[in-house]
Nanobody
């Protein structure tokens, strides 16, 4: 069964850090670009970051550049999102998704083949 499972969300104070994980089962992440998305209540889903499969090129939304870092460990079949200097506006459900194409990765949107169930991140004092 193909599955993506996110973990690592939680409650953190402004300025704090969290590391999200996206673990794949039933398929190998090596051949997929992996994106992170988020959706806050009442808002549209937003592409946050993506890492390509073949060359590891990374893309970030302007809202998270310099604060978030995406990485992948193909040996563990896992992708990470390190989130630093968190702000209240980062509060959302975070999802990871896999795409076989580089264009959806670059665009932080479009057609993704597999999605996780999401993990809640709340930034509040």
């Amino acid at each position: 069964q193909v599955q993506l499972v996110e973990s690592g969300g939680g409650l953190v104070q402004p300025g704090g850090s969290l590391r999200l994980s996206c673990a794949a089962s039933g398929f190998t992440l090596d051949y997929y670009a992996i994106g992170w998305f988020r959706q806050a209540p009442g808002k549209a889903r937003e592409g946050v970051s993506c890492i390509r499969s073949n060359d590891g090129i990374r893309y970030y939304a302007d809202s998270v550049k310099g604060r978030f870092t995406i990485s992948r460990d193909n040996a563990k079949n896992t992708v990470y999102l390190q989130m630093n200097s968190l702000k209240p506006e980062d509060t959302a459900v975070y999802y990871c998704a896999a795409t076989a194409g580089n264009i959806p990765c670059r665009n932080l949107g479009g057609e993704y083949d597999y999605w996780g169930q999401g993990t809640q991140v709340t930034v509040s004092s």
